[in-house]
Nanobody, 127 residues
Framework: QLQLVESGGGLVQSGGSLRLSCAAS????????IGWFRQAPGKEREGVSC?????????NYAYSVEGRFTISRDNAKNTVYLQIDSLKPEDTAIYYC???????????????????WGQGTQVTVSS
């Protein structure tokens, strides 16, 4: 009943852009902190960005993506976005969104923080 659905992945050339979406199914995202994670083959899952609940006034980015990735939320659409610019081949991974109902997003960069996870969307960046 409480599901997250990612979309927007695809195959792009280095330097291109994508906008990933994380849409809620069966619940509203307003009160949930949202994180984006990615996992490449043979590598552990890493947090790339997260956003606080409600207005999304607090955001976090991994050093490797800061300046290229932008997280945002549109509560009216019950969706959180990850705008990815200047894509690099090392960005290739399955991207997951995750949610936790909380007003405290201080640990939103850590995967154990979250209660709900989406199925993932593949991002592939060619050189």
């Amino acid at each position: 009943q409480l599901q997250l659905v990612e979309s927007g992945g695809g195959l792009v050339q280095s330097g291109g852009s994508l906008r990933l979406s994380c849409a809620a199914s069966g619940f509203t995202l307003d009160d949930y902190a949202i994180g984006w994670f990615r996992q490449a083959p043979g590598k552990e899952r890493e947090g790339v960005s997260c956003i606080s609940s409600r207005s999304g006034s607090s955001t976090n980015y991994a050093y490797s993506v800061e300046g290229r990735f932008t997280i945002s939320r549109d509560n009216a659409k019950n969706t959180v976005y990850l705008q990815i610019d200047s894509l690099k081949p090392e960005d290739t991974a399955i991207y997951y969104c995750a949610a936790r109902r909380t007003m405290d997003s201080g640990y939103c960069h850590l995967d154990w923080f979250y209660d709900y996870w989406g199925q993932g969307t593949q991002v592939t960046v060619s050189s």
